[in-house]
């Protein structure tokens, strides 16, 4: 592979994609901010030590890696490099900590963390560890300009009530009143907010600004998306860190989770199948039927499915391949990473049971039985008829394509079939 012309600022680098056994090159990919690197400080993490030094760093970026794979080695000086800069910038060794976990010698850390694939780059807060590891580009910038935004504070000071009134509505937010910053109180609101700053807007009152909402001592309000919905106060001792992030958690985490393209290979890579609504963006209506459906009927099913709801013309695509089109929406579908399934009707999740019983179909198999070989005999359900036409042309997964590239990483294990 070849380039013209000269880039004095960043060298072209061939992304190999890693394979026991070989590799092969992705020549659509620039590696940009590679240098040579100074006396770079990686930690290297093993069963004596992860405790000890994740649980004491504020922000720490650890590599899970192996030897063997020329992907992850040509990640390695960048990451040296990167971490040369976050030292320079935050000479705190215990602000921010670069690691390295090498998977063949400590397999057991690897499995502890779910490694599926190589080079993965996990973000860990006072030791626990993000949902969202580091998916951006593979330059020293762009890992440096990472872990600034990491250290960028997540909650807005609010220097006067009339600013809640003013607080975006389309956005979950989540408001403290406090007497002091520096209180045991407001450094665990401190701890909820880092780990929950993608998912929630997090603001802050203080002293006589905060007074007339401190009735009963240091308060936390939850202010919910749209305009006439309620807020809710959390009841909570705020001194535990467990129980604040976990009434946190519930509000700013929806149990139906939009879809988009920025955060596809993420939910892909959670490895359990979608249950997907897709509707017109506009069309909040549907969408609220079918957030009181899941919580109705699906709640005991979560963590065994993904709930979410996706843009009909954005995902376009992947409603044709269902023979669907964005005039038809809403439509749900599953997508079980093999194959797509079609919920009959929409105007039926309101019968009592009804979407419980297409998710439990999933996961007996059934399904996948009625698309391959038709209706089972005794089943007089009504729209398996329709299923059964399209038995033997089931609809291959369309979001499937939207997990972990082998132009990327390493892939350590497949997915069985449903």
């Not at 063949?104 to 490694?115: E, K, L, P």
């Not at 749900?332 to 419980?356: N, Q, T, W």
Request: glycine share 6%; hydrophobic share 35%.
């Amino acid at each position: 592979m070849s380039y013209s012309g000269r880039l004095p600022l960043e060298k072209i680098v061939q992304v190999p994609v890693c394979l026991k056994g070989g590799y092969s090159i992705d020549t659509n990919a620039i590696v940009t901010g590679l240098s040579t690197p100074g006396q770079a400080e990686i930690t290297s993490l093993d069963t004596g030590n992860i405790e000890d030094i994740l649980n004491n760093a504020g922000v720490a970026l650890v590599n899970f890696y192996a030897d063997w794979c020329r992907f992850s080695q040509m990640l390695q000086p960048i990451f040296e490099e990167a971490s040369n800069i976050a030292r320079e910038e935050f000479p705190d060794v215990t602000q921010v900590v670069f690691a390295r976990v090498d998977c063949d010698q400590h397999s057991d850390i690897a499995q502890r963390y779910r490694i599926s694939k190589y080079p993965t780059l996990k973000l860990f807060r006072n030791g626990m560890m993000m949902k969202r590891e580091y998916r951006g580009q593979r330059s020293v910038t762009a890992i440096a300009d990472f872990i600034r935004q990491q250290k960028v504070d997540p909650i807005k000071e609010i220097h006067s009530l009339e600013e809640v009134n003013t607080a975006d509505r389309d956005r979950r937010n989540i408001i403290g009143y406090f007497d002091q910053k520096d209180s045991e109180n407001y450094h665990t609101f401190e701890k909820v907010a880092n780990i929950l700053r993608d998912d929630c807007v997090f603001l802050a009152a203080f002293g006589d600004v905060s007074q007339t909402e401190r009735f009963s001592g240091d308060n936390v309000i939850y202010k919910p998306m749209g305009e006439t919905v309620p807020d809710m106060v959390y009841l909570g001792s705020l001194t535990n860190f467990d129980l604040t992030y976990a009434w946190a958690q519930d509000k700013c985490v929806p149990l139906v989770r939009e879809i988009t393209f920025e955060n596809g290979e993420e939910l892909t890579e959670e490895g359990i199948p979608f249950l997907i609504l897709f509707h017109v963006k506009e069309d909040t209506e549907s969408l609220e039927k079918f957030q009181h459906e899941v919580a109705r009927q699906l709640i005991s099913e979560k963590g065994s499915i993904n709930f979410l709801h996706a843009d009909c013309e954005k995902f376009r695509h992947p409603l044709l391949h269902i023979q669907k089109t964005p005039a038809d929406c809403p439509v749900i579908a599953i997508d079980s990473f093999r194959h797509m399934y079609v919920y009959p009707e929409f105007r039926d999740i309101e019968i009592p049971g009804k979407l419980r019983q297409f998710v439990l179909d999933l996961h007996s198999g059934k399904l996948h039985r009625e698309f391959h070989h038709g209706p089972d005999p005794t089943d007089s359900t009504p729209g398996q008829e329709e299923i059964g036409e399209v038995a033997s042309n089931p609809p291959e997964s369309s979001f499937q394509k939207l997990a972990p590239s082998e132009t990327r990483y390493t892939l350590l294990r497949d997915r069985d079939e449903l």
